[in-house]
């Protein structure tokens, strides 16, 4: 049998769940995920093998209308992860209804040379009922039969794999089997903590947080020391983010330092630092330190 393999760009709006539903094609948590949109600042690999084939997905950024030098960045990147690609999924939200953003990636997709996947996300919310009006008005609006899934139950996603492997060309295996990202530790590390600044802290703060790790050392007793700094906008933000008596930011801390021991298979010490830095979104020197220009 021959081996195919290719690269597939993840797009849509904020919030229609292409971060879920690459974690659970790949079967790790790559991505930070939060029910708050926009949380995918980066455009992230996440690597998906199987005995007769590879998928490289690129998660992307959900593209809406920007309004500083970091929404430029985030559209920037989602819309660049279209070049040298294999395949666009292109995902809708099944909960509600078609937006102006949609409209918007639709409009700048609709005549790309590679195959377009329509999925429609989030099935689990919806009755039978609703299931197929909405798959047949999606499917209407894209011109293309629209697949159906929810990436939060890995419902039907067997068969979006079975869909893309079949637009894929033969080629060879890109990564080590066992490789599922591309991210170096120091970028997972900082979006694990950021993920649980998202969960934890009030609606007004995650978008203007930012989380730079400054260092990662092993020590002597193979555990590991990382510092890393978050970065505010505001002082009352940063009131938030530490809490009464340091609580929520121990919280924070806790929370992430379990997940980073997951993934390291290791102790971990994490030491984090709040900081106020106001209009850090306009900054170019702080936003290429952080990976975003």
């Known amino acids: 049998m021959s081996y195919k393999s290719g690269f597939v760009t993840v797009i849509g709006r904020p919030n229609v769940g292409k971060s879920t539903l690459v974690n659970t094609l790949v079967g790790e948590k790559i991505n ?18 199987e005995n007769d ?30 070049d040298g690609i294999d395949v666009i999924i292109f995902i809708l939200d099944g909960s509600t209804y078609w937006g102006k953003n949609d409209q918007l990636i639709y409009n700048q ?16 919310k919806i009755s039978n009922k609703e299931l197929i009006k909405k798959q047949k008005d999606y499917s209407q609006k894209v011109g293309k039969e629209v697949i159906p899934i929810s990436a939060l139950n890995n419902r039907n996603t067997d068969n979006l794999l079975k869909e893309i492997f079949s637009n894929l060309p033969e080629g060879p295996q890109y990564y080590p089997e066992d490789m599922i990202t591309d991210q170096i530790e120091r970028f997972v590390f900082a979006e ?16 203007g947080v930012a989380v730079l790790v400054e260092e990662v050392k092993e020590r002597d007793n193979d ?9 505010v906008e505001k002082k009352s933000h940063k009131g938030i983010i530490i809490g009464k008596n340091g609580k929520m930011l121990k919280k924070i801390g806790s929370s992430a330092r379990k997940e980073i021991e997951d993934l390291m298979q290791t102790k971990v010490y994490l030491d984090l630092w709040v900081k106020v830095l106001k209009d850090w979104r306009e900054k170019d020197n702080l936003l290429k330190r952080m990976g975003y220009k």
């Open 32 to 49: 930070i995920i939060s029910p708050r949109p926009q949380t995918t600042r980066n455009s992230i690999k996440a690597i998906h093998t």
């Open 53 to 82: 084939g590879q998928i490289i997905f690129i998660d992307t950024p959900g593209i809406h209308e920007p309004r500083n030098e970091l929404d430029k960045f985030m559209q920037g990147e989602a819309y660049n992860s279209l």
């Open 109 to 124: 997709i609709k005549n790309s040379d590679q195959e377009i996947l329509y999925v429609m996300n989030k099935i689990d």
């Open 192 to 207: 694990m903590i950021r993920e649980k600044i998202f969960y934890l802290t009030r609606e007004e703060v995650p978008y």
């Open 223 to 231: 555990d590991y020391y990382i510092r890393a700094n978050i970065y």
